[in-house]
């Protein structure tokens, strides 16, 4: 009995390592959009990235000056560029940032991982940011407010089943960069991921296994 359970959770084990290892990552930069406080069409990474972004209340830009006292400091996490929703120069509207399978908005899509840098623009204040992570059905996923206080923040969220997240920043002017997200999956063939199916099925085997064994004479 001993040698069956310590096969079981090796081979366990090796399926879910593989499966992370497998999970492809996508990056966006945003270092392709080139000028300062360029505005920027909210389709743009939508046909060959799967990804969407939303301006709630105005328009998206891109910032590229990194130049010092005016942001250079924390805005050059990955490159030159990062976007932000308002008006030229203020960042303070919302935005949305959903996936769909495919480059199909008829199609949702979703993803179990996310990550992304909140970029302050110089500011040294302490106002609060919100994000909001959710499902296909719009259902709060995940949570959170914080602050940049002139720093970039990292966000990172692991959870199943993400359909989008909406960022609204504080009166400090913030915005994204350095957007990171798991391969993207078409919702209605997406439940339950596949590492944590294989351990139930191998929790319910090895229940069986253990059943059988006491029951022997």
Not at 26 to 39: A, K, P, Y
Not at 132 to 147: K, Y
Not at 175 to 198: K, Y
């Amino acid at each position: 009995m001993k040698k069956i359970f310590t096969v079981f959770i090796i081979t366990l084990c090796n399926l879910l390592i593989s499966s992370h290892a497998c999970a492809a990552l996508v990056s966006l930069d945003f270092d392709d959009i080139t000028g300062n406080n360029v505005l920027w069409q909210s389709d743009r990474y939508l046909a060959n990235k799967e990804v969407l972004f939303q301006a709630n209340d105005a328009d998206l830009y891109a910032y590229d000056d990194p130049s010092p006292g005016h942001g250079g400091e924390n805005v050059a996490t990955s490159g030159l560029s990062y976007i932000y929703s308002g008006t030229p120069g203020h960042g303070n509207s919302a935005i949305t940032v959903t996936f769909f399978d495919q480059g199909n908005l008829d199609s949702f899509g979703v993803t179990n991982f996310l990550q992304f840098d909140v970029v302050d623009y110089a500011s040294e204040n302490t106002a609060l940011w919100s994000y909001r992570v959710f499902d296909i059905n719009g259902d709060t996923l995940f949570s959170e407010t914080g602050t940049a206080s002139g720093e970039t923040v990292q966000i990172s969220t692991n959870i199943p089943l993400i359909h989008g997240f909406t960022f609204t920043p504080s009166i400090d002017t913030e915005g994204l960069d350095s957007f990171v997200f798991e391969n993207v999956t078409a919702a209605n063939s997406a439940s339950v991921p596949e590492p944590v199916t294989a351990l139930l099925f191998g929790l319910g085997a090895l229940g069986l296994l253990t059943k059988r064994k006491l029951s022997s004479p």
